[in-house]
Nanobody
Framework: QVQLVESGGGYVQPGGSLRLACAAS????????RGWYRQGPGKQRELVAH???????TYADSVKGRFTISRDNAKNTVYLQMNSLKPEDTAVYSC?????????WGQGTQVTVSS
């Protein structure tokens, strides 16, 4: 089993930056995808970015060039660096890990971009 805890959300003005962190505990040795999703007001949940073991990184078109996903193996943490934030980035951001059999989710962290 894996437990995920997100942090780093908050309120920021347009053009600002935030860094989200997803700290993982527990173990599942078949984890092969680590990523971030978001759900904005009145919208469906969407993929923001994810890393596939041995398979590279994928970003949503709306965040390419502005967001960067990274991983610190020593801290068992995945980060999402978000720059040049826009009001449309406002959402609850959730961390997701996937193995062959299970999908793990954190509780989510709110990001609000507003002037």
């Amino acid at each position: 089993q894996v437990q995920l805890v997100e942090s780093g959300g908050g309120y920021v003005q347009p053009g600002g930056s935030l860094r989200l962190a997803c700290a993982a505990s527990g173990s599942d040795f078949s984890i092969y995808v680590r990523g971030w999703y978001r759900q904005g007001p009145g919208k469906q949940r969407e993929l923001v970015a994810h890393m596939i073991s041995g398979g590279g990184t994928t970003y949503a078109d709306s965040v390419k060039g502005r967001f960067t996903i990274s991983r610190d193996n020593a801290k068992n943490t995945v980060y999402l660096q978000m720059n040049s934030l826009k009001p449309e980035d406002t959402a609850v951001y959730s961390c997701n890990y996937r193995s062959l059999e299970k999908s793990y989710w954190g509780q989510g962290t709110q990001v609000t971009v507003s002037s």
